[in-house]
């Protein structure tokens, strides 16, 4: 139990369908990550959400929307979705945006929703 | 831009052979520098971390780390790997971006 709950952690779908995956994390923390991880290649960071605010989009397809309600909750909008698109997807969290080299500021890890595109 | 590379993508290992996974970065600023590890069919977890202070860390289950800023190299070490280290490593590094992760090497410990 890492304190970052995915769901679902299994998902199939068709490329005209429109699902979600959801993240929801009880850490307090306020900053929250989408990351795709595809076999044979690096984790690639998608999306950051810093206080509910977007602070990084890292060029990611359109067809994948993200959603930031509030500090404890994020959603990946899955639309018309291509086969290379399958792969895990994690979520995480800290306590505020890394990336600024501030010190003791870890991120931690949902256990992914693993997506197959048919 | 930041970058990770990690040389090693598949090592195999006998029980208490040593351990060292090369991780090198670019960045030329400050950095914070990590290394996680995925045990099969769980989550990513933290082994180990680089913020300030002593380049030598040492994280959980034995495993440490050395900064080498010099050679923007922050390898991770083990003296005696066991059978449940089987994993995948990854280093990662955060310096003006979210953290950014290397391609993982896939460790394989055999009895």
């Known amino acids: 139990e890492t304190g970052v709950t995915q769901t679902p952690r299994h998902l199939v779908m068709g490329m005209t369908n429109k699902k979600s995956l959801k993240c929801e994390q009880h850490?307090?923390?306020?900053?929250m990550y989408w990351y795709k991880q595809s076999a044979k290649k690096p984790l690639e960071l998608m999306f950051v959400y810093n206080f509910k605010e977007q602070t990084e989009n890292n060029s990611v397809p359109s067809r994948f929307s993200p959603e930031c309600p509030n500090s404890s909750h994020l959603f990946l909008h899955l639309h018309t979705l291509q086969p290379e698109d399958s792969a895990l997807y994690l979520c995480?969290?800290?306590?505020?945006?890394?990336?600024?080299?501030?010190?003791?500021?870890?991120?931690?890890f949902g256990e992914g929703s693993w997506l197959t595109v048919v | 831009a930041q970058s990770v590379s990690q040389h090693n993508h598949h090592v195999i290992l006998s029980e208490a052979a040593s351990l060292e996974l090369g991780c090198n970065y670019s960045?030329?600023?400050?950095?914070?520098l990590f290394w996680y590890v995925q045990y099969p069919g769980q989550h990513l977890q933290l082994l180990l971390k680089?913020?300030?202070?002593?380049?030598l860390v040492k994280g959980i289950k034995g495993f440490e780390a050395e900064f080498i800023k010099s050679k923007f190299s922050f390898n991770l070490r083990k003296p005696s790997v066991q059978w449940s280290d089987t994993a995948e490593y990854f280093c990662a590094v955060n310096g003006r971006r979210a953290l950014t992760f290397g391609s993982g090497t896939r460790l394989q410990v055999q009895p």
């Open positions: 850490l307090g923390h306020n900053a």
């Open positions: 960045y030329g600023g400050t950095v914070n």
């Open positions: 995480a969290s800290s306590q505020d945006r890394e990336g600024s080299g501030r010190s003791g500021n870890t991120i931690y």
């Open positions: 680089y913020f300030s202070g002593d380049p």
